[in-house]
């Protein structure tokens, strides 16, 4: 039948991904198969995802409009705390105006699309989100990659793509933080290349808004606000909830508004979901205690597998990949730390290249040093049963 030899062949190799539900809370500690584990698996960066005062917010406006928002944005499911939730976003994030959509992935499949279409060009980082090569795909526009963050690979595409006359607007797209690595875009030369060649400038910040930044993200880490023209945000990691946002001048929202295909043609975020978002920023705004706690978090965890002698790349934040190689030894090395109690996913060839397979953590601020100590701990044992270490 349809399908069913794809699936046996994905199951015969091993290669089908076999989903473990979480009981309960994605905390620092989760329940799996009614066993205790360590969590460094979840973008839940802040611990925002079971905030008390988020919960309230979440609760109280669920009572106030139901569960629902009713109907797609431009029809009538705008409710006034959509618009409160993107004035938020927009403070946030240094900008004119920010717009909501469902998820961090909708923002890419509206965004791109909604500006970029044929005979335009779009440079884009190899290591970009799916849902960035997604959206370009989506486009039409003619998609160019450059090697991940090699600023000379960008330029001399950026001066070719130019240069061709082919195309006539052209955009350049790179994620503020790379989820695999957990390095940091460079900016300042994007920035740079982008005004010399007359480049759009576009900035993914899944993984850098509550991080970096003192928690506004990348653009604002670098102080460049003024210069790029989409900040693209999830409210579903640091945020920890649902949704994403885009954030810039007026114009381009009141664009997304009539042109971004998620915005006029899918439901929009249900009420709740935007209190709760809104409650997070309050948050974010109000200390940094959260952010530096995450900070502390991630230097602890990496000091500890660093002198362990684990090889943990080049990450310049808290994500913090263990880089074991070979594909098999990295599945193997998270089932075994999974038995004796850490939850680290493997990620391997083709999420990432062939021999740099890995098993990554997300350590966040609601981890206390005694789970930490307990995590690396493990990996020790693990690391030396394995030979890895
Ligand atoms: N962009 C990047 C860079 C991401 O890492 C992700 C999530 N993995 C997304 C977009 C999608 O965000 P969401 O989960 O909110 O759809």
Redesign the pocket.
């Known amino acids: 039948m349809f399908l069913n030899e794809g699936l046996k062949d994905l199951r015969d190799k091993g290669l089908y991904n076999v989903i473990n539900p979480v009981e309960g809370a994605n905390g620092p500690i989760i329940s799996i198969d009614g066993k205790e584990l360590i969590n460094l698996s979840a973008?839940n960066y802040l611990g925002l995802a079971t905030n008390s005062r988020m919960k309230e917010a979440c609760i109280k406006a669920t009572e106030k409009y139901g569960v629902g928002s009713g109907a797609v944005r431009t029809i009538n499911g705008t409710l006034d705390i959509h618009i409160k939730l993107e004035e938020k976003l927009a403070e946030f994030k240094h900008t004119e105006a920010a717009i909501a959509f469902q998820?961090?992935?909708?923002?890419?499949m509206a965004a791109i699309q909604a500006v970029m279409g044929k005979g335009d060009a779009i440079l884009s980082d190899e290591l970009?989100?799916a849902?960035?090569i997604d959206g370009c795909r989506l486009s039409k526009a003619k998609a160019i990659r450059f090697n991940h963050s090699d600023m000379e690979d960008l330029r001399k595409k950026a001066k070719e793509a130019r240069e061709s006359g082919e195309y006539n607007n052209i955009m350049v797209i790179t994620?503020g933080v790379f989820?695999m690595d957990g390095d940091v875009c460079k900016l300042p030369e994007i920035v740079e290349i982008a005004e010399e060649f007359d480049l759009i400038t576009y900035v993914?910040d899944?993984?850098g808004s509550g991080v970096l930044g003192k928690g506004a993200g990348t653009v604002k880490h670098f102080g460049l606000s003024d210069k790029v023209d989409f900040q693209?945000g999830?409210?579903?990691?640091a945020i920890g909830v649902?949704?994403?946002y885009v954030a810039g001048k007026r114009n381009l929202i009141d664009w997304l508004m009539v042109r971004g295909r998620p915005f006029l043609f899918s439901t929009a975020i249900t009420p709740g979901t935007a209190a709760a978002c809104i409650e997070a920023v309050n948050i974010l705004t109000e200390s940094t205690e959260l952010h530096d706690k995450l900070w502390e978090n991630g230097n602890y965890l990496k000091k500890g597998l660093k002198e362990l002698g684990f090889d943990i790349g080049a990450s310049e934040t808290p994500i913090t990949p263990c880089i074991i190689g070979d594909e098999k030894l990295t599945q193997d090395f998270s089932r075994r730390l999974n038995d004796e109690g850490v939850y680290a996913k493997s990620i391997v060839f083709p999420t990432v290249p062939k021999g740099t397979g890995r098993v990554r953590n997300m350590p966040s601020a609601a981890h206390t040093k005694e789970m930490l100590d307990k995590a690396i701990a493990i990996y020790e044992k693990v690391g030396k049963e394995l030979g890895i270490i």
């Open positions: 973008n998820s961090g992935f909708n923002c890419n970009n989100h849902s960035i994620d989820s993914d899944a993984h693209i999830t409210l579903s990691k649902i949704g994403g």
